[in-house]
């Protein structure tokens, strides 16, 4: 069973950056396409980030120009580089398979990473 461990959040002021990081139990990275997901208070889990396997990148209106994603096939470990912070980013991220399907469904969520973004 994978595991998916989210480190990398914290409290940052508005314009600020920061880097988030995802490291998987298995060597996945490179067979699936993966993604990066928040859920602020009151809100439901959505979708802002996705690689696919090829390295083509997706993202979310709200987060296009500000947020790069990335992996490291080798270190079996998945990036979000955020900059330009804004308030409307805060949020628990969260890092899984993107999408889900039958053959590759969700992977049991990690304990995710609070991004606070406050001044």
């Known amino acids: 069973q994978v595991q998916l461990v989210e480190s990398g959040g914290g409290l940052v002021q508005p314009g600020g950056s920061l880097r988030l990081s995802c490291a998987a139990s298995?060597?996945?990275?490179?067979?699936?396409?993966m993604g990066w997901y928040r859920q602020a208070p009151g809100k439901e889990r959505e979708l802002v980030a996705r690689i696919t396997t090829c390295g083509s990148t997706y993202y979310a209106d709200s987060v296009k120009g500000r947020f790069t994603i990335s992996r490291d096939n080798a270190e079996n470990t998945m990036y979000l580089q955020m900059n330009s912070l804004k308030p409307e980013d805060t949020a628990v991220y969260y890092c899984?398979?993107?999408?889900?399907?039958?053959?590759?469904?969700?992977?049991?969520w990690g304990q995710g990473t609070q991004v606070t973004v406050a001044s």
């Open positions: 298995g060597n996945i990275f490179s067979i699936n396409d």
């Open positions: 899984n398979r993107a999408p889900f399907t039958g053959y590759y469904p969700r992977i049991d």
